[in-house]
């Protein structure tokens, strides 16, 4: 009831392709839906989020897409650089709540 | 500078021995929380504070306290260490706004209990 599940756990696109990391979730609680950005040694980093009544934020060459009826929401990174290469962590949040679920990571690899 | 700080950023210690891990944020942020991350695992939360002396578990609990006397401090505690607990640790802040939400981590604290 609680998990969300990311795919794939790795991924390595070519310079200037479509980066797309998947996921899913099971509870119809949770309302708002962030990725993080991790470089190695580094802290992880809000890149973007969306709460349900949209089905798509795009921030630059970041996109979230969300179906609700299916529960699952992706990431797709638009002309992938070899600066994106790091690990993306989906995650799922309750209304009103800082209970927080993470993915397991995807580590994406852009090759130049 | 907008920051949040963890200290120590690396402790090696004993299982039993009592320590502390400090955690700070200049941003008069509300909302703090605590995570380990660890291979395989991804991120956990451990607590989290909604606002001064509001703290509720997160995902993983068991084995860590924390108290929120002042806003922009939210110390983890371990009791009583014990090997399973040697993770990366992460300390977060945020602020929830009409228009979105601003979050910040530390840097991370990486901690080994023999």
Same mark, same amino acid.
Do not use: M
């Given at each position: 009831q609680q998990q969300v599940k990311q795919s794939p756990?790795?991924? =390595?696109?070519?310079?200037?392709? &479509?980066? &797309? =990391?998947?996921? $899913?979730?099971?509870? @119809?609680?949770f309302d708002y839906f962030p990725w993080y950005q991790q470089f190695p040694g580094k802290g992880p980093a809000l890149l973007i989020a969306i709460r349900p009544d949209v089905s798509e934020k795009k921030e630059g060459r970041f996109t979230i897409s969300f179906n609700k009826s299916a529960k699952q929401f992706s990431l797709h990174i638009m002309d992938s650089?070899?600066?994106?290469? $790091? @690990?993306?962590?989906?995650? $799922?949040?309750?209304?009103?709540?800082?209970? =927080? =679920?993470?993915g397991k990571g995807t580590r994406l690899h852009i090759l130049p | 500078e907008a920051q949040v700080t963890q200290n120590p950023r690396y402790l090696i210690t004993v299982t039993g021995k009592k320590l502390t891990v400090t955690c700070s944020q200049n941003m008069n942020h509300e909302y703090m929380s605590w995570y380990r991350q660890d291979p395989g %695992?991804? %991120?956990? +939360?451990?607590?989290?504070?909604m606002n001064v002396e509001v703290t509720d578990k997160g995902d993983v609990p068991e084995g860590y306290k924390v108290s929120r006397k002042e806003k922009?401090?939210?110390?983890?505690?371990?009791?009583?260490?014990?090997?399973? +607990?040697? #993770? %990366?640790?992460?300390?977060? #802040?945020s602020l929830r706004g009409s228009t979105g939400e601003t979050q910040y981590f530390g840097p991370g604290t990486r901690l080994l209990v023999l």
């Open positions: 756990q790795s991924l =390595i696109v070519q310079k200037g392709g &479509i980066s &797309i =990391i998947n996921c $899913a979730y099971e509870n @119809t609680a650089q070899p600066g994106d290469s $790091a @690990t993306y962590f989906c995650a $799922a949040r309750p209304h009103r709540d800082d209970k =927080i =679920i993470f | %695992l991804g %991120l956990r +939360q451990i607590y989290y504070s922009r401090n939210f110390p983890l505690i371990l009791e009583s260490p014990s090997p399973n +607990q040697t #993770s %990366l640790y992460f300390c977060a #802040s």
